[in-house]
């Protein structure tokens, strides 16, 4: 009995031996003919193999990041790839570089940059906010008039713009200030409507305004009030007596003079029946038959007329009928 069991014993061990020496044979000869590696796809499509999926996934993550080339803020990548472990012969190389390549060439580049805007209207590009700073403090330094309506926007955009120079951007942007008219010595030609009898809804008026000024507005639109004997024409806009007050819209001066309770006032006909008022102004620096862009300074804030404190009354009228400024412009 005893016989038969150390037989037994010595067969399987013989067996567990060979089996070793098998697997360490099969073991020896893939590791010998093969190596372990990375299947790559993109969007279920092989695009090759890698041996070091992290530091492949590294350099495709700062890519994604950082971009490559001047003002590049990141990329968009719709598929990142997918790694599957597998065995390679030992002669495939391995393309980490192509696999790369694939998701550059698929890849969406953002630019970076910074819009200086005046009154909303984009006018110049730079690539740094600190080349963006030192346009607007020059500008600052020159007393240009629009220097409360300059804003700086970051921007993030898939095409590039073309950057102006501090210089190139300074000489765009300044408006010198204007110098003013006497209102006394202004040529009144022409007529203005000063109808009470305003219109509700909104009209195709077939431009766009930008804000005159910037402020808080103290009386809107239709409302009624101890001061006036009608429905209120216009937009109250409150401001500092001298702030300049732009053209919301290009067009030719129809009236500028003295007018009632309107105080100083100025009347710009933009086409079609549009016509802008700007009243109670301190200051106007235009006259009658003058044609004028969309944002020039055309006049100052001020109290003349039936005002109890320095704003800009402005009105929107469509052939002679007073709209909402609200439906068009703050």
Known sequence: MLKKITVHVKNTMKFIILTAISILLIVGAVIFF????????????????T???????QKINDYIEKGEGENVAFVQVENLPEYKLCLLKKNIVTNDDDIFENIKNNGVSYYRYYAIADNSEEKAYVSTFEEAEAVVNQLKEKESTNINNLTIVEKYETEKKDFSNTETAVAGLYVEKPKAVEVASIKTGGTVNTSTKIAGGKVDIGISLIRPISGTITSRF????????????????????????????????????????????????????????????????????????????????????????????????????????QNYVY
Do not use: W
Request: net charge positive.
């Open 222 to 325: 239709g409302v009624s009030s101890r001061i006036r004997s009608s429905s209120h024409t216009g937009l109250d806009i409150s401001a500092p007596t001298g702030t300049p007050i732009a053209a919301a819209a290009s067009g030719t001066v129809s009236f500028a003079g003295r007018k009632g309770s309107f105080g100083n006032m100025l009347a710009i006909n933009h086409g079609n029946g549009v016509q802008t008022y700007y009243c109670h102004c301190s200051k106007l620096y235009v006259s009658v038959g003058q044609s004028i862009t969309q944002g020039q300074t055309v006049a100052a804030v001020g109290s003349t007329g039936n005002s109890t404190g320095p704003h800009l009354h402005l009105e929107v009228r469509v052939n002679g009928v007073p709209y909402n400024p």
């Open 34 to 49: 093969y190596k372990p590696t990375y299947s790559v796809t993109i969007n279920g499509q092989h695009v090759g193999y």
């Open 51 to 57: 041996e070091n999926k992290s530091k492949l996934q």
